[in-house]
């Protein structure tokens, strides 16, 4: 049931997109992104519910297709800041139920 | 500052050995939740509380028991510590209802 992420690592340049896939081969109810910087917290990015809209955070974005059970997180134009793992944690039905998390995928921006 | 605070930040045990992991929030949030992390697995729900007086089991609660003393503390129990419990120990917590949005700095445990 763990979400599969994709790719498992990135690496950048500053100005570059990427984009971070999560799926999953179980109906989803919302998907939450979170990114951890290395030996720190993780940090709650933004959440997407079934049904809902494209939701955005600076430059970061992120979709829920629900054809496919996935949500892609999209990093627009990368900083130096934008460096380290991300998550998505996904929620299978309505009401509160645990969050999976995938294994992450790990960004790189370099100068 | 205003957040989610563990204790320790680091400890070593032995096999065998107890030990309990402290988790303090005053954002005034309701739902507390241990994860643990290891390499390559993401996070892993160990228990949560969802409201003062309630817990549940998460998705490996084997070899842990929880607390919730009151609405801000929340504590992990490792009452006999086995090399595959070696991990990095999240605590967060969120309004009732929510996901978790707010992470403690974690506790690194390793069990020799």
């Known amino acids: 049931q763990q979400p599969v992420q994709s790719p498992q690592a990135v690496i950048l340049r500053e100005g570059e997109d990427a984009v971070i896939n999560c799926s999953s081969s179980k109906a989803l109810y919302s998907v939450h992104w979170y990114r951890q910087k290395h030996g720190e917290a993780p940090v709650f990015l933004m959440i997407l519910l079934k049904g809902g809209e494209q939701k955005g955070h600076e430059k970061i974005s992120a979709s829920f297709n629900e054809k496919k059970q996935q949500s892609s997180l999209y990093l627009t134009a990368s900083q130096l800041s934008y460096s380290g793992t991300y998550f998505c944690g996904t929620e299978f039905s309505g009401g509160y139920n645990k969050l999976i998390f995938g294994a992450g995928t790990r960004l790189a921006v370099h100068p | 500052n205003a957040g989610v605070t563990q204790t320790p930040k680091f400890q070593v045990l032995k096999t065998g050995q107890s030990m309990t992991l402290q988790c303090a929030q005053d954002?005034?949030?309701?739902?507390m939740y241990w994860y643990r992390q290891d390499p390559g697995m993401g996070l892993r729900l160990i228990y949560y509380?969802?409201?003062?007086?309630?817990?549940d089991k998460g998705e490996v609660p084997n070899g842990y028991n929880v607390s919730r003393l009151n609405k801000r503390e929340f504590s992990l129990r490792l009452e006999s510590a086995a090399p595959s419990q070696t991990s990095v120990y999240f605590c967060?917590?969120?309004?009732?209802?929510?996901?978790?949005?707010?992470f403690g700095d974690g506790t690194r445990l390793s069990i020799l």
């Open positions: 509380s969802a409201s003062e007086g309630t817990t």
């Open positions: 967060a917590s969120s309004v009732q209802g929510e996901q978790p949005q707010h």
């Open positions: 954002m005034n949030h309701n739902s």
